[in-house]
């Protein structure tokens, strides 16, 4: 079973920072991917952020440069980086590893949190 094992969520005030992880096996880390996904109370999952394993990176509109996404080859682990961030930022945030070669795959981590309040 593949395992995405997210963390550093958590309560931060608007304006603030937070830096999200995600760390998986090497094959997947390698081969595939990854990217960062949130869902808000009420809404649906939409895309955040990913970068692929040669190092392209894509983010979604509302990031206007707040999120950056990097990847750590020492450690199969890769990091969101949110600054400035709104109370719309707040929700669960998921990583997600993809590919479309050879076949279509994608996984899906069990989440962490971020809440931006005052």
């Known amino acids: 079973q593949v395992q995405l094992v997210e963390s550093g969520g958590g309560l931060v005030q608007p304006g603030g920072s937070l830096r999200l992880s995600c760390a998986t096996t090497?094959?997947?880390?390698?081969?595939?991917?990854m990217g960062w996904y949130r869902q808000a109370p009420g809404k649906e999952r939409e895309y955040v952020a990913s970068?692929?394993?040669?190092?392209?990176?894509d983010f979604a509109n509302f990031v206007e440069g707040r999120f950056t996404i990097s990847r750590d080859n020492d450690k199969n682990t890769v990091s969101l980086e949110m600054n400035n961030l709104k109370t719309e930022d707040t929700a669960v945030y998921y990583c997600?590893?993809?590919?479309?070669?050879?076949?279509?795959?994608?996984?899906w981590g069990q989440g962490t949190q971020v809440t931006v309040s005052s």
């Open positions: 970068i692929t394993p040669n190092g392209y990176t």
């Open positions: 090497a094959s997947i880390y390698e081969s595939f991917t």
């Open positions: 997600k590893a993809q590919r479309r070669v050879p076949t279509f795959q994608a996984f």
